[in-house]
C-alpha cells in the first residue's frame, strides 16, 4: 500500500468522473489518496486561486508520512504562474531529507524542472490522476512502467527505436517540449551539460514542434546534450497545406542540424501508453540495429512495503 498525496497546480479538472474514477481505483488496489479536496477546486480556468494551488506545492515541504507519492490531478496551465512564490530552498529541504516521490508531467514540467535547476532534485515524469489513473481503462504498460520507475534502484526501458547507433552516458532530463520552452533565461532553466534530453508534446503541429526545438538549438542546449530523445507528439496530424511536411520530416532535418544521435519512438508523454522517467537520474542510452535500451539509476524510490 502507498501514500498518494494530490496536489492541483494548474488546470480546473473538467473531467471530474475521471479524477474519482481514479482515485477509486488506486483506493481499491489498497491506497491511500489525500488531499482529495483539490479535485473539484476552481478558479476561472485554473484548479483554485493562486495562492490556493502555490500552497499545494509549498505544503510539501512539510507534508508528514514516508515514502509519499505526490501526484497532480492534471495538467493544463497554470504552474508557470507560480514559480516566482515557490519556497524552493524549503522544498530542496525537503527533498535532500527525506524525499517525496514526486510525479507528474505537462505543465507540471516546469516546476520540476526548477526543482532540478536549483535543487538538483530528481521527479518523475509519468502519469497523473485524471488522464492515467482515472481512464475509463488503465494502460497496464504505464501503470507498470509507473511502479517500476518507483520502486527499483535501476531498471531498463527497451524500445524499437529510431537513429543512428550509439552508446552514452548522462543526465537525463526534459519532459513537455512547449513547458521546456518557456524557461531558458529563468532561474529554473537546468544547466544540464552533457545529458540525455528527451522530450514529448501533445497537439502541436509538426512545424511547431520544429520551431520550439529550433529554439533550443539556437539558445544553445541541444548541441550542449550527448543525445536527444524524442518521445510522443499526438495529435500533430498534417494537412493539406503541408504538402508531404511531417514530424518525420523534421525528425530529418533536426538530425541534419546536430551532430548528437536524435532517438525516436519512445512511448513517452500525453498517451494512455507512456512510461515514466526519473528527471535528473543517470541514463544509460544504447541505440543499435536490434534495439534501443535506456537504463536508469540514481533517483529515489518506494523504501519499503506497506
Request: net charge negative; with cysteine; proline share 6%.
Amino acid at each position: 500500500m502507498s501514500l498518494f498525496h494530490l496536489i492541483a497546480p494548474s488546470g480546473y479538472c473538467i473531467n471530474q468522473t475521471a479524477a474519482a474514477r481514479g482515485v477509486t481505483r488506486l483506493e481499491q488496489a489498497g491506497h491511500q489518496v489525500t488531499h482529495q479536496q483539490v479535485i473539484p477546486r476552481r478558479d476561472q480556468r485554473f484548479a483554485g486561486t493562486d495562492a490556493e494551488r502555490l500552497n499545494d506545492i509549498n505544503a510539501l515541504a512539510t507534508l508528514p508520512g514516508k515514502d509519499r507519492i505526490v501526484l497532480p490531478v492534471r495538467g493544463g496551465y497554470g504552474a508557470s504562474r507560480l514559480l516566482e512564490a515557490i519556497d524552493w530552498p524549503a522544498l530542496i529541504a525537503r527533498q535532500q531529507q527525506d524525499p517525496l516521490l514526486i510525479c507528474g508531467h505537462s505543465d507540471f514540467t516546469v516546476i520540476q524542472m526548477g526543482l532540478l535547476a536549483l535543487g538538483n532534485v530528481i521527479t518523475f515524469s509519468g502519469p497523473m490522476l485524471a488522464g492515467n489513473f482515472g481512464a475509463e481503462t488503465v494502460n497496464d504498460f504505464t501503470e507498470h512502467h509507473f511502479w517500476q520507475a518507483l520502486k527499483n534502484p535501476s531498471f531498463t526501458l527497451e524500445w524499437a527505436g529510431d537513429g543512428p547507433e550509439c552508446r552514452v552516458e548522462g543526465t537525463v532530463w526534459g519532459g513537455n517540449l512547449a513547458m521546456l520552452t518557456t524557461l531558458p533565461g529563468t532561474p529554473w532553466m537546468p544547466d544540464i551539460r552533457d545529458g540525455i534530453l528527451v522530450l514529448e508534446d501533445i497537439n502541436e503541429h509538426p512545424f511547431r514542434v520544429e520551431r520550439m526545438l529550433l529554439q533550443l538549438l539556437h539558445a544553445g542546449i541541444l548541441s550542449r546534450q550527448r543525445a536527444l530523445i524524442l518521445g510522443s507528439f499526438s495529435g500533430a496530424e498534417p494537412n493539406d497545406y503541408d504538402a508531404g511536411y511531417s514530424l518525420e520530416t523534421l525528425y530529418r532535418y533536426i538530425r541534419s542540424r546536430l551532430d548528437i544521435p536524435v532517438i525516436t519512438g519512445l512511448d513517452f508523454g500525453h498517451e494512455a501508453r507512456t512510461v515514466t522517467l526519473p528527471l535528473g537520474a543517470q541514463g544509460k542510452l544504447v541505440n543499435t540495429a536490434a534495439a534501443t535500451t535506456l537504463t536508469l539509476s540514481g533517483h529515489p524510490v518506494l523504501t519499503e512495503e506497506k
